[in-house]
């Protein structure tokens, strides 16, 4: 049984409006990871969770499926990003949809590589674990370099060791997720948080985890696309 692909895309957008229709490379922001993710031939379903007319339309256009308009309650700026996901698997489930896994692939990050898809299905399917989220290696480091106000307001680093590493590489490695997250469907309904108890990372390229949530970050997204494709 193939996996879906869920892409969850509202409207509101504050920082950048309509960032998720935005064109870019000559299409709408979300008709890549769509096309992407249909070409891949990973999925059995590719599917759009929108409570936006203009959202669910483009998706059609470019092939994604839009089978409900998520409830607007559900498409707040303080809206749990888990929330939106036990909506859509369940309203899936009752629609007769038939799955194990899947897969949640963020439209603003849209360089995700469909080997790295597959390899983190694949860990799913052969890894004692509930998740397989895409990381990748983060320069900030709260060992290190990042750092908190404490009630005094004075800076203290956001995580202490019992010896501050002399430098970046002797501190502890840490992750950034960047939009790519797989997941055995039944044991995230039990759970109901993305930050699953036993989650596996699968290291992904800095570049292909690039986030597009800024207006600099889609000028440099340009680039890439004009460099890639």
Do not use: W
Not at 70 to 87: C, E
Not at 201 to 212: A, K, N, R, T, V
């Amino acid at each position: 049984m193939k996996p879906i692909c869920l892409i969850c895309a509202r409207g509101g957008s504050k920082g950048v409006p309509n960032k998720n229709i935005r064109i870019i490379s000559k299409k709408p922001l979300i008709a890549h990871t769509i096309t992407s993710a249909i070409n891949s031939k990973l999925f059995s379903h590719v599917v759009v969770s929108t409570e936006n007319k203009n959202i669910a339309q483009i998706s059609k256009k470019y092939g994604a499926e839009v089978p409900f308009i998520r409830p607007k309650n559900l498409a707040l700026d303080t809206t749990p990003v888990g929330d939106v996901f036990i909506h859509a698997i369940k309203k899936l489930y009752s629609l007769g949809y038939e799955f194990e896994i899947f897969v949640n692939r963020d439209c603003t990050v849209p360089f995700i590589k469909n080997t790295d898809i597959k390899k983190t299905i694949d860990l799913l399917k052969h890894k004692k674990c509930d998740a397989v989220y895409g990381v990748y290696r983060q320069h900030l480091n709260p060992y290190f370099n990042m750092m908190e106000k404490n009630k005094e307001g004075y800076l203290r680093l956001s995580k202490k060791l019992k010896e501050r590493p002399k430098s970046r590489q002797k501190a502890p490695i840490v992750f950034q997720l960047n939009g790519l997250f797989t997941f055995d469907a039944k044991k995230f309904l039990n759970q109901g948080d993305p930050i699953m108890a036993n989650a596996l990372p699968h290291e992904i390229s800095p570049e292909s985890g690039l986030m597009i949530d800024t207006e600099i970050e889609f000028k440099m997204a340009e680039v890439l696309f004009k460099l890639i494709y």
